[in-house]
């Protein structure tokens, strides 16, 4: 199976976005481990709520920042991205009701599949997390943030 650990590659230098991947990473190890020894998808869903919980909430607060990005230089990627972050909910959704997602025979190859996108989004979010942190765009309600709306707007922060 594929354990994904934190790693210092992941470290994006905000705080809270930070904190709560390494959070997820640690919940998806367990998860993971408790899977191996599970006879059905039941066992592990005392986990997997708390994966949800915090995954839903951190992906929102992730939208949030990401849509602040100027949507002419990233909003594909920022879509796209939302979208990942969107398959991930859902497919733990339906694993919050004791069931596999459609077209995953068990719970390993389910979860081999679930961690592997986790994974990728992950990278991306260096990618698009730095690119808000580096033209600072990351915090929520920062004077900054509203002018990537406004037309018109001066040349952009290189
Ligand atoms: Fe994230
Ligand atoms: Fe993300």
Do not use: N
Not at 14 to 36: G, N
Not at 59 to 72: G, H
Not at 109 to 114: H, I, S, T
Not at 125 to 145: F, K, N
């Amino acid at each position: 199976m594929r354990t994904l650990a934190w790693s210092e590659h992941f470290a994006l230098g905000h705080e809270r976005i930070d904190r709560e991947h390494r959070r997820l990473l640690e919940l998806s190890a367990r998860i993971e481990a408790e899977a191996e020894r599970a006879a059905s998808v039941e066992d592990i869903l005392p986990l997997c709520r708390d994966f949800f919980r915090l995954l839903v909430a951190h992906c929102f607060y992730e939208e949030q920042l990401l849509r602040k990005l100027p949507r002419d230089r990233f909003g594909d990627h920022v879509d796209e991205h939302c979208r990942g972050h969107a398959r991930l909910i859902k497919q733990a959704q339906t694993v919050m009701t004791g069931h596999l997602p459609t077209g995953f025979e068990s719970l390993p190859a389910f979860l081999d599949a679930y961690f592997e996108l986790m994974h990728d989004l992950l990278v991306d979010d260096t990618e698009l997390v730095g690119s808000l942190i580096r033209e600072g765009y990351h915090r929520l309600g920062t004077p900054e943030a509203s002018q990537s709306w406004l037309p018109f707007r001066g040349a952009s922060p290189v």
